[in-house]
């Protein structure tokens, strides 16, 4: 099994729409981020958190919320889904030295 | 204002050459930590290399080696002997842990490795 694992990998869904993406991690970290690639633009930070009660916008925060349920928890929420939202959606951990480990990815579009 | 400045969208180079994937960044911070990710056509993210501001000497690990230069605030990944497998994009990023934290990324370099 992967240490982090997205879910869903792949979703279509429709302007105005709530989702969801979700990322759960077995490799103990306290730290964890959620970033979106788009082509020619590279990864983009979203949100980051140190532990459960610390919980930091990044980037690109706007049109997004998360929520860090357990210190293996971490959901990413777009409230009222875009056309411009759709992306390649990345949760990573890090441990000490700041190395990331990636999820697959979770491919959103919005028609 | 860019933190971290990849100035190649894209790479064309003949297998078995030597590759210089470059990297610029932006800090006033006097410790901070480099990376360099590769991402080929499957989407994963791996993790290359990794550099301390600290660090005495360039890092290395197998085929891969960052040209770091601090003075230019430059980080540039060397890939030794190309392969065919080399072909992907890849990602310099930075990390400033006295500052906020967060773990910044570059627009990618798209490397393209001919036969």
């Known amino acids: 099994d992967a240490d982090v694992t997205q879910t869903p990998r792949n979703r279509i869904t429709k302007t105005g729409k709530r989702i969801m993406l979700e990322c759960s991690q077995t490799k103990g970290h306290d730290r964890m981020y959620w970033y979106r690639q788009d082509p020619g633009l590279g990864l983009r930070l979203i949100y980051y958190?140190?532990?459960?009660?610390?919980?930091n916008k990044g980037e690109i925060s706007d049109g997004y919320s998360v929520s860090r349920q357990a210190q293996a928890k971490f959901s990413l929420s777009l409230e009222s889904a875009i056309p411009n939202q759709t992306a390649l959606y990345f949760c990573?951990?890090?441990?000490?030295?700041?190395?990331?480990?990636f999820g697959e990815g979770s491919r959103l579009t919005v028609l | 204002a860019q933190k971290i400045t990849q100035t190649q969208p894209g790479m064309f180079v003949q297998e078995k050459e030597a590759v210089t994937l470059d990297c610029t960044y932006d800090t006033s911070d006097p410790s901070y930590g480099l990376f360099w990710y590769k991402q080929p056509s499957s989407g994963e993210m791996i993790f290359l290399i990794y550099?301390?501001?600290?660090?005495?000497q360039n890092a290395t690990e197998g085929r891969y080696s960052l040209n770091f230069q601090k003075a230019r605030k430059s980080a540039n990944l060397v890939i030794s002997a190309s392969q065919l497998g080399d072909s992907a994009m890849y990602f310099c990023a930075m990390r400033e842990p006295n500052r906020d934290d967060k773990i910044i990324f570059g627009k990618g370099t798209r490397l393209h490795i001919l036969p």
């Open positions: 550099q301390g501001s600290y660090d005495q």
């Open positions: 958190s140190f532990d459960v009660k610390d919980i």
């Open positions: 990573a951990t890090s441990g000490g030295a700041g190395e990331l480990f």
